[in-house]
């Protein structure tokens, strides 16, 4: 538990806390893999239990007066006490709580009863609505979903934009006046960038990949991939589910899941290896500060990072398919048995515009991020309405990616996360993205071969690397301040957008000059 | 929720407990099948967490004062308002809820909190003592929990004996002087039948039933019987573990598991069966009572009539093979192509004496019961030294089986039950025989022509009789009461002795003549 036994009251009683939380998790980990359907509202009710009997006990008075022995609960100042007394571990330990604590502290529970119904409520309309290709029905619940996100901007706030306060719960210390520029600079490049893909003679024959590939032999080889990363299996689980996920219920229970499709190549695998970035994340974190924030992974920013660099730096590398190409063909020999090496890389990098952000490549996938940032802002900033969504959205795809939505299905309805008030979401993914380029470049320079390593099929370097760069330090760091010490440098699209326009460049015979 | 509305303030109070006790019973089930090995530690202290927030929720002073408006909390006796205004069935539930709200209230928490974690150390040490044979290792922890469990039977109180207060948590209203009779009749006479048996000359060719036999078609094959069983997969699965068993979120959510051997073609196939009948009885609690005693199984005992019914009384059954067996032929032809129907339904039913319960057959099952009811009430009444128990142990397996126990892994030290305190537990095994016994020969009477439908496949009007007469009820009647409504009779061995001396007096060919 750390070395400063005089908090060990407090993290007992946070303890507590986080085992409700993470039966809570086990209950959705169940609910989405194995339950049968007949459990489902039964499970609601046991979840909404765990999760209302979490809240209630976290901002208890019990909680606050241990809390408030060591920092100033009004303001988060740390008392003299905890500043002379207690290591500097220790010391951020307690500003993290009580960021928690102050966040929580300031809904009230009338207000978060009402949030939660009406997004489970808006979160069914919205299923049915887009299965349906009904924006008008979704309308009235998104109007009421974004009307209480403003109220608890309200009750949360903030310095400059709304928006803010919502960002901060899922990347701390994030903000509008951050994320403009980076998206000023990377909007107009990735769009050309993108054109010159388009206008490249060069046609990657996806056909490759849409063959028949049998259901256990894919899951097989997403396994090996997987062990292969260092994904532990006595500490970790990989299972099927609709949407593939990743969960945690401890450092050595950590389970990922992926999907199935016979016709597809790539859905299973790199399902396998985006959620083993993450499972290999939360199997990184510490087990000696299970229970507190030191435990936890520092933000959803950081976590994509994870994902994704595993997922494109590697997974979509020549070095990683100098490795499994052979694999694959020995799995698939009838699929890939007479496939040139650089005809299957051409394949699995292919860039095409798409309407569906989950299926979009590693190129278009920020421009997908671009629209729903860009609307999700004007709408909490007031400069747009909820019944505009449709037409506002179609637009902005058409300029950034040149395709319009041919049904909202595939359009403003397509993801879930503005169901469930998850405004400030979205932008977590393109961070993701900047971060992963960020390390990836600075894991190059610190170990020795890397790339020749994965080459031989050797990633575990990269990811005891990862391990002691990110993983081990939980919420110990902000991510801000975690980049700069992994990296040296601040935040910056240069390295993601320098990796896109050379890889693509090689992949799609054309170069682009640097700005100047 | 039932008729009475003004119960509804009780019965949310009892909903939220219910919520975390079916939520740690997902992590118990999870920790069974799929949780990977390094989660057991964390996992131990989720699932304590939700049982102690559980048991405050419910002896807290909240729950007395909404109990209290209907009940006399010290003596249990309905307040004139609960006879008056209350339906019969809400009387009921709240006669039950009380039984339980007294039983937690007795125990003190600092004793509840002991008893728990000696219990988890004992059981921890009994696997190691098992595995090394090794009854010294043990003995010391045995010692403490017995000592635990007598100064629980001085909280809980007792007329007669202090085992009747053990007996009373699994069997509600069972008592030694209920059980002394029962076990007089049976023994002689299961002693007697087995003599017969081994007498006889005619020897079933067991080696069929330890052919290979592949996994997955062994899975598929019980699969199959379950269905028949009319176990609904959409409100249920099958699953495998170390030990089967069954587990209930809801009514609409039941599990049971299975294990496979493949040089074993009987422990996969009635672990379904026997687990399927615990299964039907979940599923067949009625929704509308979740979270209260009315949708609860009454007992451990009329539980076990229901797996014992289904695996014994059907699965054994001369009906149920006419229509599986071809079945079975078709899956295994190479096992079962040549086989005679005499022969397999001979080798399903063979008995000989064997050292463990868990493979014993359906007739010298309950001597095994005898052994530990024996022992066990020695020791809780003080006749019998926790060190004498191997001795004691084996000298009643020689006196009832004639058999005596190589080592005591093979003989005191099978069973896991003492280890964790449970005391009184081993009776309700055999007390479901008897009912299962009981409540067949009433189906029997009352279903028409059920045992040549059941020939045909068709397993479905006994479902729903058990449906109708036992599982819709919940805790509404007492064992006692639910046997006299379905049955019209008191409990007996009759009914069980009768089946045992036809089936077996047929099968070996011999008859015994009825006592006088």
Known sequence: MGSDASLDSLKTKLLTIHHLKN?????????ETYMPSGGGPARAEQIATLQTLAHEAFISPETEKLLGTWVDIPTGQLLEKA???LAKSSQALIKEIWRDFNHASKLPSAFVNTLERECSLAQQVWTEARKKNDFSLFLPNLRTVVTLKLEETQYLGYSDSPYDALLDEFEPGSTVEQLKPLVGTLRPRLVSLLQHVLNSSIKPKTSLLTQSFAHAAQLEFGETVLRKMGY????GRLDQ??????????PNDVRVTTRVFEQDFQSCLFSCIHEGGHGLYEQGLLPEHYGTPLGEAVSLGIHESQSRLWENAVGRSRPFWKH??????SVFPEQFGNTAFDEFYLAINHVQPSLVRVEADELTYNLHIMVRFEIELDLIEGRTRVEDLPEVWNQKMQDYLGITPDRN???VLQDVHW???AFGYFPTYTLGNLYAS???????QEIPNLERGIAEGNLLPLKEWLNQKIHRWGRQYSPEELVRRVTGQDLSPEPFLNYLEHKFGDLYDFSIKPET
């Open 324 to 329: 499994f190409f052979p694999l694959a063909q």
């Open 409 to 411: 299905t595939n359009g």
């Open 23 to 31: 039966a809570s998790a086990v209950l959705s980990w169940d609910q």
């Open 232 to 235: 532990e299996f006595d500490r």
């Open 83 to 85: 500043r002379t007394t």
């Open 438 to 444: 960020m390390f990836y470049e600075q894991a190059k």
């Open 419 to 421: 169901s469930f008030g």
């Open 241 to 250: 589910s609709a949407h593939p996920f990743t969960t945690s219920f401890h």
